[in-house]
């Protein structure tokens, strides 16, 4: 049953969006047309009826008048020819006894209701009658001593006008419904051409996997654009986005590429030349193993530093309040085991002694220590690296500073980049990924990692948590 009642599922649900947002407007202004054509037909009829009646009223009053005290006011025919809309009208008088009517016939149709009016046992009435073969509006109204007045006027003029306007009523609904199917296909083909756009970007993106397409947007005052165009530029946003980060993913491998393939060569012949360690001396096989195991530990530390930046955002589960004092004299007391020729010297402010960030303290500990490393690497042999944990208003802020040459202008904004490494850093050991893995760290943490030149010399890396 579910896949027949799939099968036949509302033909609405297949059609496309322009086309059931066309039908949906022109349904809607032909409703709107319909239903003011027919609220003007229903108008017009009535005035046209009405007005037929007042001028019934106003013959009536006159023959009343005019036979008042009269002996003409005997039942009997007083005008035998009605005439539209004017006088005099077809009026007769007729008695409540029929036995009191005259010889004569009468001009005007004589029913049991008509002589309840004239006995004062019914009010006066409206009804459409036949006189000699045209069709009339007859008003039948008490009068005195027992008779009613009959009055009537033909009526075939009113109802051609009628006709006549419900024809062009007609016409004009079937215009205006024509007009509405134009109108809501010109709506529906405008108001979602932003949509079509998108789908054409989008399409066109899954087919060629190029994120360099973009949506034309249309030119208009800024601040004042629609909700699709607002969609439009947003998805533009997206796609930047989406480039930047193909682009930055194909960096990182084209460069992680260049990095590995350096020491898996070297791993490769060091590997290939101890397969022949029966033609080597012992102090060449020791060469070679120690070599291998450097390499080892390099290519070992390069990949761990690659999976690390491969994570976007630190685990929630994870996050706790750490004590950022302690652990700042945690990693720098790491740091002395690590460079026992630098001396590393450290300053922890009285109002950032008990401070907390939220955090994880494994990461964190890595950031500390690779701004450490960093700083030893480039400081003189004896050269001091200062560390510095202060709490300015609504912050905590750590910097940590060597003496050594400093960051030159053109490498100050690419400090940050994966892979890249100063002109003065490249005989240093290292992968150029321990900075940028800093300033991830940083980010994941809410934290802004900024490097500087340090007054006199050397370089400044400041890293600032919000409170």
Known sequence: MSGRRGAGAPWRRRRPLRTRLALAASAAVALVAVGVCTAAFVIIRYAMNHQLELNLTQSATLVMQQNQGRHEGAPGVLAAECRFLSAPACSQIVPADPAADPSGAYALPVTGAVREVAAGRRAPYFTAVTVHGHPARMLVQHFKDGTAVQVALRADTVEKGVRQAAGMLAAVGGAGVLLAAALGYWVSRTGLSPVTRLTAAAERIAATRDAGHRIELPAGPPGREDELTRLAASFNTMLGELEQSVAAQRRLVADASHELRTPLTALRTNAELLAR????????????????????????????????????????????????????????????????EVGFTVRIDAGAAGTTVPGVPARLSRLLSNLLDNAAKFSPPGGPVEAELTAPPGALELTVRDHGPGIADEDLPHVFDRFYRAQAARALPGSGLGLAMARQIARAHHAELTAERAPGGGALFRLRFPR
């Open 277 to 340: 360690a029966d033609r080597l001396t012992d102090a060449q096989r020791d060469r070679a193993s120690a070599a291998l195991g450097r390499q080892l530990r390099e290519v070992t530390t390069l990949v761990n530093d690659l999976i690390e930046l491969a994570r976007d955002e630190e685990p929630q589960p994870l996050v706790e309040q750490v004590r950022a004092a302690p652990l700042l004299e945690h990693a720098v007391a790491a740091a002395r085991g690590h460079w026992p």
